[in-house]
């Protein structure tokens, strides 16, 4: 099959031939239709993610077709239309029995620590566990999305952060999770502020429901400027970017008994939680990793409905080899919404 693989960390992705991959006991292998380009493959291209060993193919924001199937699996057959959390939980460890998937003990990555889908196929084991069937009538490219950032910011809020209607959000970083968070968010009917220092991913989150704007440049105080916005504070603010700055913004600009979210990750975390503000606020810190499969029908509802939208989000698709040059300039945020490869 076709791939891009990383040979060396921060170096040239190489397109190239390798083995077809080949179904476990309890796997499948997916054709993949669609593939997301995510901030996380561009960590992992750099060297910055832990126990990947090279050569390797990343991607994790996934939707195809089930190619081959295991003789364990039971619920799929070949030609099923799916997708699957980039967290593939192995359903079987404690934090599995107890309904946490994505924090699963044994956890299974692909595009981490197993080769992903830059690639025209891809192995995803613990199928039963961890597959998610497609709607009719969505695109792979919008199913693309929902594996990673859609998922992440949807448990993030919803779950994690339990945002309310009225409360007011403050979201930090437009990106993939930013934009999916605003999304979201306003479905919560919460009052989200959108922050950001590209004027053109603001100008998508007032399109998308964001009641007011911040550009992280154009002012004194990122929290200051939440304060006033909000009238006191945010009551969730998730740093969905993954820095020291927005991090600490996060949780500056929540109101007494507010929640921080931390989706962003973040290589160099020095000094980035003002805890005093954390004491003195009574503040709650929430960490937030993925979503696990059998979450999915809540989402998926809010889809069918169209209360949630997620293929506004997907602004440009493009084939491997765009996608790999895309990918190597995630440094820069070139980007608007999420790009998605379409051809392999």
Same mark, same amino acid.
């Given at each position: 099959?076709?791939?891009?693989?990383?040979?060396?960390?921060?170096?040239?992705?190489? $397109?190239?031939?390798?083995?077809?991959?080949?179904?476990?006991?309890?796997?499948?292998?997916?054709?993949?239709?669609?593939?997301?380009?995510?901030? &996380?493959?561009?960590?992992? +291209?750099?060297?910055?993610?832990? @126990?990947?060993?090279?050569?390797?193919?990343?991607?994790?924001?996934?939707?195809?077709?089930?190619?081959?199937?295991?003789?364990?699996?039971?619920? +799929? *057959?070949?030609?099923? %239309?799916?997708?699957?959390?980039?967290?593939?939980?192995?359903?079987?460890?404690?934090?599995?029995?107890?309904?946490?998937?994505?924090?699963?003990?044994?956890?299974?990555?692909?595009?981490?620590?197993?080769?992903?889908?830059?690639?025209?196929?891809?192995?995803?084991?613990?199928?039963?566990? @961890?597959?998610?069937?497609?709607?009719?009538?969505?695109?792979?490219?919008?199913?693309?999305?929902?594996?990673? %950032?859609?998922?992440?910011?949807?448990?993030?809020?919803?779950?994690?952060?339990?945002?309310?209607?009225?409360? +007011?959000?403050?979201?930090?970083?437009?990106?993939?999770?930013?934009?999916?968070?605003?999304?979201?968010?306003?479905?919560?009917?919460?009052?989200?502020?959108?922050?950001?220092?590209?004027?053109?991913?603001?100008?998508?989150?007032?399109?998308?429901?964001?009641?007011?704007?911040?550009?992280?440049?154009?002012?004194?105080?990122?929290?200051?400027?939440?304060?006033?916005?909000?009238?006191?504070?945010?009551?969730?603010?998730?740093?969905?970017?993954?820095?020291?700055?927005?991090?600490?913004? &996060?949780? %500056?600009?929540?109101?007494?008994?507010?929640?921080?979210?931390?989706?962003?990750?973040?290589?160099?975390?020095?000094?980035?939680?003002?805890?005093?503000?954390?004491?003195? *606020?009574?503040?709650?810190?929430?960490?937030?990793?993925?979503?696990?499969?059998?979450?999915?029908?809540?989402?998926?509802?809010?889809?069918?409905?169209?209360?949630?939208?997620?293929?506004?989000?997907?602004?440009?698709?493009?084939?491997?080899?765009?996608?790999?040059?895309?990918?190597?300039?995630?440094?820069?945020?070139?980007?608007?919404?999420?790009?998605? $490869?379409?051809?392999?």
């Amino acid at each position: 099959m076709k791939a891009a693989v990383i040979k060396e960390f921060g170096q040239p992705l190489v $397109i190239e031939e390798v083995a077809d991959p080949i179904a476990s006991d309890n796997g499948v292998v997916v054709k993949v239709e669609a593939n997301g380009i995510c901030r &996380s493959d561009w960590h992992t +291209w750099m060297g910055h993610t832990p @126990n990947v060993t090279l050569p390797h193919v990343p991607g994790h924001e996934l939707a195809g077709t089930v190619k081959s199937v295991g003789r364990d699996v039971k619920n +799929w *057959k070949i030609g099923d %239309r799916v997708t699957v959390p980039f967290v593939v939980a192995c359903g079987s460890c404690h934090q599995c029995h107890s309904g946490e998937h994505q924090v699963c003990n044994n956890q299974f990555l692909p595009g981490f620590n197993a080769w992903g889908s830059f690639a025209e196929e891809v192995a995803i084991n613990y199928a039963d566990v @961890n597959l998610v069937a497609l709607p009719e009538g969505m695109s792979y490219a919008a199913a693309a999305s929902l594996g990673c %950032r859609f998922t992440t910011a949807f448990r993030a809020l919803v779950q994690q952060g339990k945002i309310a209607p009225g409360e +007011w959000l403050a979201v930090h970083g437009c990106g993939g999770v930013g934009l999916s968070a605003i999304m979201i968010g306003v479905a919560a009917g919460a009052n989200v502020i959108a922050v950001d220092i590209d004027d053109e991913k603001l100008a998508f989150a007032k399109q998308l429901g964001a009641v007011a704007l911040i550009n992280a440049n154009q002012v004194k105080s990122v929290p200051g400027a939440i304060m006033g916005q909000s009238g006191g504070g945010a009551h969730v603010s998730l740093d969905a970017l993954g820095s020291p700055i927005t991090c600490r913004n &996060s949780i %500056r600009c929540l109101r007494t008994h507010g929640r921080h979210v931390q989706v962003g990750l973040m290589m160099d975390s020095t000094d980035a939680v003002p805890m005093d503000r954390v004491i003195s *606020k009574e503040l709650t810190l929430l960490g937030s990793q993925g979503m696990a499969a059998y979450k999915y029908p809540e989402l998926l509802q809010m889809v069918a409905q169209g209360t949630l939208e997620p293929e506004k989000l997907v602004q440009n698709t493009v084939n491997l080899e765009q996608g790999v040059d895309i990918l190597q300039s995630f440094d820069q945020f070139p980007s608007l919404g999420v790009t998605v $490869i379409t051809e392999f």
